[in-house]
């Protein structure tokens, strides 16, 4: 098994199947600590899953940011699972990104600007 089927496997297969709103609950608890803190921004580098996205849009100021494949991206062998394709169709992102082979840098800093931090 790859790493990436290892982690398919124990987020989606084992964890969601035992509670569908398990890394809802992670994360809510995270993001309630740091709110606490008074941490100012919050950055979540993924979420795969409608009740994931609705979690961090039910957040104030919380946004969703897709950045879709570069043009040429071919899919893995592992594209098709669940956990990669859920969200191909959300309609709620605040904006999506489409950046070319190595241009994340730009993507991230607008991402940062449009977040204020």
């Known amino acids: 098994a790859t790493v990436r089927e290892l982690l398919q496997w124990w987020g989606t297969d084992f964890r969601r199947k035992q509670n569908p709103d398990y890394w809802v609950w992670k994360m809510d608890h995270v993001l309630v600590a740091h709110l606490q803190a008074h941490v100012p921004?919050?950055?979540?580098?993924?979420?795969?899953?409608?009740?994931?996205?609705?979690?961090?849009?039910?957040?104030?100021?919380?946004?969703?940011?897709?950045?879709?494949?570069?043009?040429?991206?071919?899919?893995?062998?592992?594209?098709?699972?669940?956990?990669?394709?859920?969200?191909?169709?959300?309609?709620?992102?605040?904006?999506?990104?489409?950046?070319?082979?190595?241009?994340?840098d730009a993507v991230a800093d607008r991402i940062v600007a449009m977040v204020g931090i």
């Open 41 to 104: 921004a919050v950055i979540i580098d993924d979420v795969r899953f409608e009740n994931e996205a609705a979690m961090v849009l039910s957040w104030q100021h919380g946004q969703l940011f897709r950045l879709d494949p570069y043009p040429d991206w071919q899919p893995g062998p592992n594209a098709g699972h669940v956990s990669e394709t859920m969200l191909d169709a959300f309609g709620l992102f605040t904006n999506r990104f489409a950046p070319t082979f190595n241009g994340l």
